[in-house]
Nanobody, 119 residues
Framework: VQLQASGGGLVQAGGSLRLSCAAS????????MGWYRQTPGKQRELVAS???????NYADSVKGRFTISRDNAKNTVYLQMNSLKPEDTAVYYC??????????????WGLGTQVTVSS
């Protein structure tokens, strides 16, 4: 199973970016999908998560600015980031909690994608 993330880049403060992350391979079912971010010297921070049913959760720092969504048919999760701030600069990592037929959960991670917000 692989997670392929895309959509990072450089944007000015106040701008927008949309991240995508597609899971591929032998997939039985996916539970939670979401995004973390990390800056040098800091712990990885949960940005947003979404269940297969569409229930969402956001970090307080991004509420009202970021929107997470997913397409279950495409095994893809999105992160729409609006009103970006310099403090949103980080490497963003997507994840997916794959459910095996026996019910066991395995978390897979995508390679990070850099988001840089200039002031």
């Amino acid at each position: 199973v692989q997670l392929q993330a895309s959509g990072g880049g450089l944007v000015q403060a106040g701008g927008s970016l949309r991240l995508s992350c597609a899971a591929s391979g032998s997939i039985f079912s996916i539970g939670y999908m979401g995004w973390y971010r990390q800056t040098p010297g800091k712990q990885r921070e949960l940005v947003a998560s979404i269940t297969s049913g569409g229930s969402t959760n956001y970090a307080d720092s991004v509420k009202g600015r970021f929107t997470i969504s997913r397409d279950n048919a495409k095994n893809t999760v999105y992160l729409q980031m609006n009103s970006l701030k310099p403090e949103d600069t980080a490497v963003y990592y997507c994840y997916a909690d794959l459910v095996r037929p026996d019910g066991y959960l395995l978390r897979y991670w995508g390679l990070g994608t850099q988001v840089t917000v200039s002031s």
